[in-house]
């Protein structure tokens, strides 16, 4: 009786171990999009920055 109560008990643990590391593989894919998005804002982090600056000299 004990034996098969931390036995079940047991049996969530680890499927709940096994969701959690689920969710970061998900995160990890995308992750390959925002690499190839950092090489395009590149230039416009620049122009962005300017934008800024000339709105900053008129006021």
């Keep these: ?3 098969g109560i931390y036995y079940k008990q047991l ?3 680890k499927m ?3 969701t959690v590391p ?3 593989h998900r995160r990890s894919t995308p992750s390959p999009v925002p690499r190839k998005n ?3 804002p590149k230039p416009g982090p620049k122009t962005v ?3 800024p600056h000339r ?3 008129p006021n």
């Design 16 to 18: 709940s171990e096994k």
């Design 11 to 13: 049996k969530p643990k």
């Design 1 to 3: 009786m004990m034996s």
């Design 22 to 24: 689920v969710k970061p």
């Design 55 to 57: 709105r900053s000299t």
């Design 49 to 51: 920055p300017v934008k």
């Design 38 to 40: 950092p090489d395009a």
